[in-house]
């Protein structure tokens, strides 16, 4: 896995139907609607995101983790 930052991050969200809902301090509220329920995804806007938060986003978007690679 390559290091990515938070802005990155949330730019690879976006393009897979994730839309910023708000922004509290360092965090970005990321969040998509699915049929029953709504995945919603924080994303810390740092520089550098560490392995195991950047893990954590991947395994609560659902998407795969291709598309972060």
Known sequence: MR???????????????FEQVRQR???IIMQKQVPGSTI???????????????MS???QSQLDRSLFA
Do not use: F, N, Q, W
């Open 57 to 59: 986003i991947i395994r």
């Open 25 to 27: 301090g360092s965090h």
């Open 3 to 17: 290091t990515l930052s938070g802005k990155e991050v949330c730019a690879i969200l976006k393009k897979h139907g």
């Open 40 to 54: 919603t995804v924080p994303v810390p806007d740092h520089k550098e995101l560490r392995i195991g938060t950047l």
